[in-house]
Structures are given as C-alpha cells and as structure tokens.
C-alpha cells in the first residue's frame, strides 16, 4: 500500500468505523464462577459501586491514567498508516488491543489504586474456600472478559477479538 488513493481509502475505513473496548453488549450475559451474577452485573457493580462494594472503576482508571499515552498511540497509528505500513482495520484492531491491554492492568493492579476488600468480604471469600485477597481478582473472569470489537457506523460487527488468558 503505498499510493495515495489506497493511503486516503483506509483512513477512510477508520473514519466509518470504531473499535469499542471492555465488557462488550455481546458477552453481557457470560457468567463466571457465581451463576447469580453476569459479567456485565459483576462490571458495573465494581465500577460504580453499590450499597455494599465501593466504585472501583477499572476501566475509567485505566482510560483517564493513561489518555495522552491513548492520544499518543493513536497518532502513530495513524502515521503509519498515511506511511503505507498499515491499514486502518489494523491500525483499529492494534488500537483495541492497546487499551484492552490498559485495562487488564488496571484491573491486575487494583490492589494499588482502589479501595481494598473490606474483612466482612475478605472472612467470606475464606470460608467460600478462595486464598485470593485481592481485588477485583477472583477468578481472573473479568481480566478474560475484556475484548474489543470493531464496528461500522451502522453498528455492524466487522471484527471481534477472541477471549484471552492473561
């Protein structure tokens, strides 16, 4: 790719399309270990908190901490394409699978930046048998239900990344 007319079709298709990033509509209801409660639920109870879990909000930490990286990485996104080097469906999958990466990190060192587990959750978590004290890492479900997809702008699902063990 290395003509002008191919150069302006593939930002083209980067201007008709959207990677979206996180617990995707499609997986909303996927459950993990506690058959009670949809990956989707478990997400927004953590990320904005209820009566009883304080917000933890894993994606907005790993978006707002990281926004000039994103700003950053999206612009050599696109250098590389307007150099031949990509195409603007790679550019979005490369894009989608930067900030998936953010967020798996945000969620892996939530031990770091959010509220700890209280000891009423901590005493529970032990006599349901998990040796597992940290948080928002229980079964790793939430770290292996974060995905990307792109998107047309009619909403058309044009590509959607596998789950992945981390």
Same mark, same amino acid.
């Given at each position: 790719m290395s003509n002008l007319v191919d150069i302006m079709n593939e930002l083209d298709y980067m201007a008709l399309h959207m990677v979206e990033v996180g617990i995707l509509g499609i997986d909303g209801d996927l459950k993990g270990d506690n058959p009670k409660t949809t990956i989707l639920e478990y997400a927004v109870y953590n990320g904005f908190g209820t009566k009883h879990i304080p917000p933890r909000p894993?994606?907005?930490n790993a978006i707002e901490s990281n926004s000039q990286a994103i700003s950053n990485y999206i612009e050599a996104r696109v250098n590389d394409i307007l150099e031949g *080097? +990509?195409?603007?469906?790679?550019?979005l999958m490369q894009i989608g699978e930067y900030i998936r990466g953010l967020i798996i990190q945000?969620?892996?060192t939530a031990t770091n930046w959010a509220e700890p587990l209280s000891s009423k959750t901590l005493k529970a978590k032990l006599k349901e048998g998990?040796?597992?004290?940290?948080?928002l890492i229980?079964?790793?479900f939430l770290i292996k239900s974060i995905r990307? *997809? +792109?998107t047309s702008k009619t909403g058309k699902?044009?590509?959607?990344?596998?789950f992945r063990e981390v």
């Open positions: 894993f994606m907005r *080097q +990509i195409t603007g469906r790679k550019a945000s969620i892996a998990s040796n597992n004290d940290k948080t229980e079964d790793r990307y *997809q +792109i699902i044009v590509y959607l990344s596998n």
